[in-house]
């Protein structure tokens, strides 16, 4: 890329916290003028907003404990056969002669080797992902001078896929965990994490790195309704993940409490109906209270089903990382 207004942050500055948007899964539920989304007689959501406000880094760690603590970790196949290639310029997003962005294309699994060069340059890949995949990214500078910035986004900016970043220090791995909640054509792009959002000049022919992508087992709690957990996510961007089956056709509410336990984290929770491989909805905001770091999502009747409860935090402040969930029967 050789301008800073390259069409990555022009056209997807929802990535960079400065668009929010109502998220709902397709008829399952409604978008109001308020922004809140209304349930179905099958299954929706409360209300729901989809944007990451800004880069955050993203690991998994944990275990289960009886005083009804989580935290979490996913399994990675280290075997699995890696497609490596080196990333090829034009890729920054720049419109081409033919109108169409410049993209490069990246093959899952896989390591992207590349350079942010120029200064403020931003390095993109196309890659196809499918709805219930999980997926582990690392960024691996090849020197010190390089503080890698990584998000995922759906180009389709109507999907149900919210953005997911990581960024690190320089010098540093950042690490992103991704789960996959819809069908899309996605774009991964890499970037010095002084550069976002506003362009400081960062970038040269030192400033190298490796990007790998690889599949990875989600390993979620199983919980029966109603339990309430307390939690803390292992870094700024990490995902703790939950899983129920069904609830006897009653409805039922599973909030994220942040504000409330003096947390640092900006919640984010997704339902993901893992054997119909389709997303609920997702929610960023109860809407209680002026204070958006709270999280709401439930249905009124949900169909019998195996459901994933994805926990993710949208803020960068990592001073306390703790959450209390809910999970509560109307």
């Known amino acids: 890329m050789r301008s800073s207004r390259s069409w990555f942050l022009l056209r997807h500055a929802v990535g960079l916290g400065l668009v929010t948007g109502s998220i709902c899964a397709g008829a399952a539920c409604s978008s109001s003028n308020d922004g809140t989304a209304t349930p179905d007689t099958s299954m929706g959501t409360d209300s729901g907003t989809g944007a990451t406000d800004a880069p955050t880094s993203s690991t998994q760690d944990g275990s289960s404990s009886q005083d009804g603590s989580s935290s979490q970790d996913a399994a990675t196949d280290a075997d699995q056969p890696l497609t490596v290639a080196n990333e090829v310029e034009p890729n920054g997003g720049m419109p081409t002669d033919a109108g169409t962005p410049a993209v490069g294309t990246m093959v899952l699994p896989g390591t992207m080797n590349g350079k942010i060069d120029p200064a403020n340059d931003a390095d993109l890949f196309s890659i196809q992902l499918a709805p219930g995949e999980f997926w582990d990214w690392t960024a691996t500078p090849t020197s010190a001078d390089l503080a890698p910035h990584v998000i995922i986004f759906d180009t389709n900016s109507a999907g149900m896929n919210p953005n997911v970043a990581g960024f690190a220090a320089a010098g540093a791995i950042a690490k992103v965990q991704h789960f996959v909640l819809s069908t899309g054509t996605f774009i991964v792009g890499v970037r010095d994490a002084r550069n976002v959002p506003t362009p400081t000049g960062k970038g040269g022919p030192t400033y190298g790195y490796a990007l790998t992508g690889k599949r990875a087992t989600p390993a979620p709690i199983a919980v029966t309704f109603p339990v309430t957990k307390t939690g803390k996510l292992a870094s700024v961007g990490s995902v703790d993940l939950y899983t129920f089956t069904g609830t006897n ?82």
């Open 249 to 330: 056709g009653q409805g039922f509410d599973v909030a994220v409490r942040a504000a409330s336990v003096s947390s640092t984290i900006d919640s984010r929770i997704s339902i993901f109906d893992i054997p119909a491989k389709k997303v609920i909805g997702t929610n960023d905001d109860d809407g209680s209270t002026p204070d958006t770091r709270d999280t709401k999502l439930g249905g009124a009747t949900p169909a019998p089903s195996t459901y994933m409860v994805i926990v993710e935090n949208e803020g960068t402040d990592p001073t306390d990382l703790s959450y209390e969930i809910q999970f509560s029967l109307r």
